[in-house]
């Protein structure tokens, strides 16, 4: 893990930790709860979400529409959990740029039958009214391994 050269280490582990308070234990905990609301709370309304692998680049308005109840109803009996891992964490005082994989798990709690995805995401995170805010997510599979998401460095609390 990689983070900036120009602050001190305690300055570093403070941003570090303000991240990951602010950020990714409320992103994952939407992730598994399904809490749209929450989840859209960790984004600036300035969102940009980058899906590399599709070249398609969309905004808040687009990347939070209102999901279908069919579509929710058809993911009602899966179970979804998330890990981060990260390779590079670079921040200062009101920007952050991070990069590393996601291990997404869905089980269906009917019939046990279990899907994983991993991918590689590249984040850049933004202060805003002293909250930290995600400003653009992409991500890809491409570099995307078990392998690389087990050398990366975990998510500390």
Do not use: C
């Amino acid at each position: 893990m990689l983070l900036t050269g120009f602050l001190s280490s305690g300055q570093e582990n403070k941003l570090t930790k303000e991240i990951n308070q602010q950020v990714w234990l409320p992103f994952i905990k939407a992730f598994g709860n399904d809490d749209d609301e929450l989840f859209k709370s960790v984004h600036s309304k300035d969102v940009a979400r980058v899906m590399q692998d599709n070249n398609e680049i969309i905004g808040y308005d687009k990347y939070f529409k209102k999901v279908p109840d069919s579509i929710k109803i058809k993911w009602r009996d899966w179970k979804k959990s998330i890990e981060l891992r990260f390779i590079q964490r670079i921040a200062s005082d009101d920007k952050a740029f991070e990069v590393g994989y996601y291990r997404s798990i869905s089980t269906n709690v009917k019939t046990g039958e279990q899907r994983t995805g991993i991918g590689k995401f590249h984040v850049l995170l933004r202060k805003e009214s002293g909250t930290w805010k995600i400003l653009m997510d992409a991500d890809t599979k491409d570099g995307a391994s078990e392998e690389n998401f087990n050398k990366a460095s975990p998510l500390q609390e």
